[in-house]
């Protein structure tokens, strides 16, 4: 049981170029999301999806863009890449019942863009 | 505001209790949540509680609630090195507020636990 898989672990970028990250979940969750993390500022949510096909924006949705592509996969692309988007990011995933709902995160995949 | 707090780093002893703070803000939350994050690896669920409860109790870790307050703490006993990485707190958001910018969980920036040998 894998749980939430990202794919690449890690990614060097020039600025301008794209990309897209990959996440899958095998646990039948509804909900999938997108978080960066970075020294000082905690997780903060890119986008996130509540249930397949739909999405929606997290607090810091600019430069991104996601696919909801079936209820397992969430990718998130950067279409022209820049420096400030240098992040860890994590999938993550949950039921969304609307009570007991905690997230299941992947181990992340760290982005450098030069 | 809709900030979850928590300091930012707590350094203490092999074999002495660590007491990770957090403040919360949503008082219709249903469920809090501990997350530990070792180095190079995604968060992972540590323990919850519900909002109903005050105290919950597992193995070595103890989680306190404050309601009236907005308080919560995670006590780990017998700290072992092992137990060094960073610690988030998360708060569910009540169903009036569910969904919106910040999902349905608001996330502390984590407190970073440091174990000397």
């Known amino acids: 049981n894998a749980g939430v898989t990202q794919t690449p672990k890690f990614q060097v970028l020039k600025t301008g170029q794209s990309m897209t990250l990959q996440c899958a979940q095998d646990m039948n969750h509804n909900s999938m999301y997108w978080y960066r993390q970075d020294p000082g500022m905690g997780l903060r949510l890119i986008y996130y999806s509540a249930s397949e096909g739909t999405t929606d924006k997290g607090e810091v949705p600019n430069g991104y863009n996601v696919s909801r592509l079936n209820k397992r996969e969430f990718s998130l692309r950067l279409e022209s890449a820049a420096p400030s988007q240098t992040s860890v990011y994590f999938c993550?995933?949950?039921?969304?019942?609307?009570?007991?709902?905690?997230?299941?995160f992947g181990n992340g995949t760290r982005l450098t863009v030069t | 505001g809709e900030d979850v707090e928590q300091s930012l780093f707590l350094s203490v002893r092999e074999g002495d209790s660590s007491v990770i703070n957090c403040t919360y803000t949503?008082?219709?939350?249903?469920?809090l949540y501990w997350y530990k994050q070792e180095p190079g690896a995604g968060l992972q669920l540590l323990t919850y509680i519900f909002s109903n409860m005050d105290m919950k109790q597992d193995q070595r870790l103890t989680v306190l609630l404050n309601k009236k307050d907005k308080h919560l703490s995670l006590r780990i006993a017998d700290t072992q090195t092992g137990d060094s990485a960073i610690y988030f707190c998360a708060e569910s958001k009540g169903r009036a507020n569910y969904g919106g910018s910040q999902g349905n969980l608001i996330f502390g920036k984590g407190t970073k636990l440091s174990v000397k040998p």
């Open positions: 949503d008082s219709s939350s249903t469920y």
């Open positions: 993550a995933s949950s039921e969304n019942r609307d009570r007991y709902s905690p997230l299941h």
